[in-house]
Every structure is written in structure tokens, then in C-alpha cells.
């Protein structure tokens, strides 16, 4: 069962405050027993960690953009960063394993590659959400770069400091990609398996 958003958000925000318990924390059998672990084991990802450098870089250099882009840019900026660290989490808090792609009703296409797993066609959860995480990082790029153009970054090293930690985020997240991906192949070859060995008897 996943996790909805709104808990994922919660719990970051009572973490940073230091509140001793989780806002608003689930209570869904056996999910409340775990999740407090579950949570608890993302800070140990470097991707988590860079993305935590680089929204913290933001908060810092947004400060001294100007008045109009301060309220613009900078605070675009500084959304995104905050969304990609809450979908870091959510996609560290998913299962691998995949689950059956909801029929679409004859005649209708299916939404896009994004939601199909590349081994079957079946949705894996993780794999779409870090997708998601894939087209964030590239806005934060692009709105980094946007950043330059109009010369909103009071120090030159900025922009350049600020692009080299999103592109390094972009390379974690490809590599995360590929290897769900690859989990997601290797538990359709072992259900074909299985399968194969009880058609066999």
C-alpha cells in the first residue's frame, strides 16, 4: 500500500520542526507499525542527500535575487526543490514490485510510456514516480538557467554550483531508474519461472 503524499509532507515537515511524533501520521494496520522505519531509512541516499544540498543552496542564493525575481524565480526554485525531495521519499518508501496495469476501456489508449513498465507493460509505482522526479529535475534546470539569462544571481559561482548538483542529480536518478527497471524485469523472468515449473508437473 502506498503512502499518500500528504502523510510524505507531513512527516518531513514534523522531522525538520523536531516534533517528537509525525503530523497526521497513518493508522492502517499493519502500515502504522512500519512506517516509521520505512521513513526513516531515506536519509541515508546520496540522491536524497545532493537534493538536500541543493534546495538548502537555493534557500541561500534566492535571498539575495532581486525584489521581482526573488518572488518569481526564486520561489519557483525553491518549490521545486521541496517537491523533488518529497518524491525522493515517496519513491524510497514504494515497493519494487509491479502491479497490473488498470484495464482501459476499448478503443482508448493508454495513457503514455511513462505509466508502463518497459519489461511487460505493467505500472510499477516506483518507476513512475521517479519519472516524475526525472521531468522536476529537468525544470529545475531549466529555470536555473532562465536564472542566468535574466542575471538574477548576485555571486557568477552560483549558477554554476547550483547546475552541476542538478545535473549529478539527474545521473542518481537515471541510475535509480534503470535499476527498477531492471528489478522489474527480473520478477517477470521469476514468475514466468514459477510458472513454467507448475505447468511442468
Not at 534566492?62 to 526554485?77: A, D, M, N, P, Q
Not at 519513491?91 to 513498465?117: I, M, V
Not at 536564472?147 to 535509480?176: I, P
Amino acid at each position: 500500500m502506498a503512502l499518500r503524499a500528504g502523510w510524505v509532507s507531513d512527516w518531513v515537515v514534523g522531522n525538520w520542526l523536531g516534533d517528537s511524533q509525525p503530523i497526521n501520521p497513518p493508522r492502517q494496520g499493519a502500515l502504522h507499525n512500519t512506517w516509521i522505519w520505512t521513513m526513516a531509512n531515506y536519509e541515508h541516499l546520496p540522491i536524497f542527500k545532493k537534493m538536500m544540498d541543493l534546495a538548502v543552496f537555493m534557500e541561500q542564493t534566492v535571498r539575495y535575487f532581486s525584489r521581482y525575481h526573488k518572488y518569481t524565480l526564486g520561489s519557483e526554485l525553491r518549490t521545486m526543490c521541496h517537491e523533488a525531495l518529497a518524491l525522493i521519499v515517496e519513491a524510497n518508501s514504494l515497493p519494487g514490485g509491479l502491479r497490473k496495469a488498470e484495464p482501459q476501456p476499448a478503443g482508448r489508449a493508454a495513457a503514455g510510456p511513462e505509466q508502463l513498465d518497459p519489461a511487460e507493460g505493467a505500472v510499477s509505482r516506483r518507476y513512475a514516480v521517479l519519472l516524475q522526479l526525472r521531468v522536476l529535475l529537468e525544470k529545475i534546470k531549466i529555470h536555473l538557467v532562465i536564472a542566468k539569462e535574466v542575471q538574477a544571481y548576485h555571486n557568477r559561482n552560483s549558477f554554476v554550483q547550483a547546475t552541476e548538483m542538478a545535473v549529478d542529480l539527474c545521473r542518481q536518478n537515471e541510475g535509480w531508474i534503470r535499476s527498477t527497471a531492471a528489478g522489474a524485469a527480473g520478477s517477470k523472468t521469476a514468475s514466468q519461472g514459477r510458472g513454467g515449473d507448475r505447468s511442468g508437473r
